[in-house]
């Protein structure tokens, strides 16, 4: 058997994060988890998300434990560990030397589509909310560790041309590809995090990528700071993301 692959994908909120975590999930080689160290964030930052508490009773909170887990057996003799990271989860408190043990790459999305939805959420969004500076220090790391740099995705080029850009990941990744990853039967799954319920009604429908859809909503002018700096952080990774 080939040896074991461990990737962390790490992506911002309001993301196809769960989507991709559907298109790996239906892989036969292939062992997913979502969102490992959410209970730890929700511990520390003291934040009211839906469900906060039964996530902390039902998730492990010591992100230590965490980390042994994501970096150990892949569960059920799998091959690949696809791990489905929000990137703000990645708190300063969290050590990163264990960041060198897993095969890294991010998922982004222009903060004009993004933060029209996030604010929706979270009424007065930190820049440390979106991901985008943890993605980027992430990077940062791996550079000084020697390592190759994360393949970077745009989640509107994923859903143009799902099968390019996955089999462009995979290739950058050193996986092969495989048509599994395409379509998948509608549900939850025993994977979803506990918090499915509050947010993933609607990925519980779909049985594929769904068409990118320009959206017209514009980001309001209170925002207009918190935006300019998304886009600053946004188009840093854009200009290093897998080309169509």
């Not at 604010?119 to 969004?125: C, F, Q, R």
């Not at 080029?157 to 290739?171: H, N, S, V």
């Not at 039967?185 to 009604?201: C, S, V």
């Not at 959206?215 to 080309?243: A, H, M, N, S, W």
Request: net charge negative.
């Amino acid at each position: 058997m080939a040896e074991a692959i461990r990737i962390a994908m790490w992506s911002g909120p309001r993301n196809i994060s769960t989507a991709m975590l559907r298109s790996w999930g239906n892989r036969t080689d292939t062992f997913v988890c979502d969102e490992p160290l959410y209970a730890h964030y929700l511990s520390v930052t003291g934040l009211d998300h839906p469900g906060r508490g039964e996530i902390i009773a039902h998730d492990e909170g010591d992100w230590h434990k965490v980390v042994a887990w994501l970096t150990g057996p892949v569960p059920q003799g799998k091959r690949v560990f696809y791990q489905k990271h929000m990137a703000h989860h990645l708190l300063p408190s969290i050590e990163r030397d264990w960041l060198a043990e897993l095969t890294h790459c991010f998922l982004i999305r222009d903060p004009r589509e993004m933060l029209t939805s996030l604010i929706k959420h979270l009424p007065s969004p930190t820049i440390e909310d979106t991901g985008l500076p943890q993605q980027i220090e992430i990077a940062e790391f791996l550079r000084t560790m020697g390592r190759a740099a994360p393949p970077i995705v745009d989640a509107r080029d994923m859903l143009e041309d799902p099968r390019g850009m996955l089999g462009k990941l995979c290739d950058a990744l050193g996986v092969q590809f495989t048509d599994d990853m395409l379509a998948w039967p509608a549900g939850p799954r025993e994977t979803d995090g506990i918090w499915a319920k509050h947010w993933y009604a609607a990925v519980e429908q779909s049985t594929g990528f769904q068409p990118y859809r320009p959206k017209d909503e514009v980001v309001p002018d209170e925002f207009g700071d918190l935006l300019t700096t998304c886009i600053e952080c946004y188009e840093q990774l854009y200009e290093q993301r897998l080309q169509p």
